[in-house]
C-alpha cells in the first residue's frame, strides 16, 4: 500500500504531518510530493523536503491520494494539471481519494464530488456541491475532513479504509487518542 501526499507552497503543516506520521506508524508507505520542487513551505513558514517532484512521480504506482488543505497551499494545489488530473484518475480507478480542509475543494474542481457528500474547512461549503457539517464524510472511495483540528480523525479514518480496523485500532491506542 502506497500514498501519494501532494505538498504546494502553503500547505498546513499540521494537516501534511499528521497524515505522513500516522500513516507510516500503521506500515504504510509515503511518498511526498512537491509542487512545483521538492522544498515546500508551509502556511506557517515550517519548510519540509518532499521525497520527490509532484512531475516525478507516477500516478500508477500508488494506491491513493491525500490532499492536505492550507492557505494558499489548497489553491496552488488546484492550479496544477497533474493533481487535477491524478484526482481524476483514481476516482474513476477506485483508489482512495482523500482532502482534508480547503482541499475538498480541488476535488470539486476536478468533478468528482458533483454526486458525493463531503465536508470541507467552515466557509468554503459553497465551492462543493454537497457539503456536510461533520468533521470527517466517507462516501465510497471517497474521504474528506475540516481542518487542522480534525487531521487524527481523518488520518485514522484512511488507517481504516487502507489497511483495516485493527490495524487503525492499535495505532490510536499507541497515539494515546480518544
Same mark, same amino acid.
Given at each position: 500500500?502506497?500514498?501519494?501526499?501532494p505538498? !504546494?507552497d502553503?500547505?498546513?503543516?499540521?494537516?501534511?504531518m499528521? #497524515?505522513?506520521?500516522?500513516?507510516?506508524?500503521a506500515g504504510i508507505k509515503? !511518498?511526498?510530493?512537491g509542487?512545483?520542487?521538492?522544498i515546500?513551505? /508551509?502556511?506557517?513558514?515550517?519548510? =519540509?523536503?518532499a521525497?520527490?517532484?509532484?512531475?516525478?512521480?507516477?500516478?500508477?504506482?500508488y494506491? =491513493?491520494?491525500?490532499? #492536505? /488543505?492550507?492557505?494558499?497551499?489548497?489553491t496552488?494545489?488546484s492550479k496544477?494539471k497533474?493533481?487535477?488530473?491524478?484526482?481524476?484518475?483514481?476516482?474513476?480507478?477506485?483508489k482512495?481519494?482523500?482532502a482534508?480542509?480547503? !482541499?475538498p475543494? #480541488?476535488l470539486a474542481? !476536478?468533478?468528482?464530488?458533483?454526486n458525493?457528500?463531503?465536508?470541507v474547512?467552515?466557509g468554503?461549503?459553497?465551492?462543493?456541491?454537497?457539503?456536510?457539517?461533520?468533521?470527517? #464524510?466517507?462516501e465510497g472511495?471517497?474521504?474528506?475532513?475540516? /481542518?487542522?483540528?480534525?487531521?487524527?480523525?481523518?488520518?485514522l479514518k484512511?488507517?481504516e479504509? %487502507?489497511?483495516?480496523k485493527?490495524?487503525?485500532?492499535?495505532?490510536?491506542?499507541?497515539? %494515546?487518542?480518544?
Amino acid at each position: 500500500m502506497k500514498v501519494l501526499v501532494p505538498l !504546494a507552497d502553503g500547505f498546513e503543516e499540521i494537516e501534511a504531518m499528521t #497524515v505522513i506520521d500516522v500513516l507510516r506508524r500503521a506500515g504504510i508507505k509515503v !511518498a511526498t510530493a512537491g509542487i512545483p520542487g521538492t522544498i515546500v513551505q /508551509g502556511s506557517h513558514g515550517v519548510k =519540509a523536503i518532499a521525497d520527490i517532484k509532484l512531475d516525478d512521480a507516477d500516478e500508477k504506482d500508488y494506491d =491513493a491520494l491525500a490532499l #492536505v /488543505g492550507g492557505s494558499p497551499g489548497y489553491t496552488n494545489l488546484s492550479k496544477s494539471k497533474k493533481v487535477l488530473k491524478i484526482v481524476g484518475d483514481y476516482q474513476r480507478d477506485g483508489k482512495l481519494v482523500a482532502a482534508i480542509c480547503g !482541499a475538498p475543494t #480541488v476535488l470539486a474542481e !476536478a468533478g468528482i464530488l458533483t454526486n458525493i457528500k463531503a465536508t470541507v474547512y467552515p466557509g468554503l461549503e459553497k465551492y462543493i456541491p454537497k457539503p456536510r457539517n461533520d468533521r470527517v #464524510v466517507v462516501e465510497g472511495n471517497v474521504i474528506t475532513s475540516q /481542518g487542522p483540528g480534525t487531521a487524527m480523525e481523518f488520518s485514522l479514518k484512511l488507517v481504516e479504509y %487502507l489497511a483495516g480496523k485493527e490495524t487503525m485500532k492499535n495505532v490510536r491506542e499507541q497515539l %494515546l487518542f480518544r
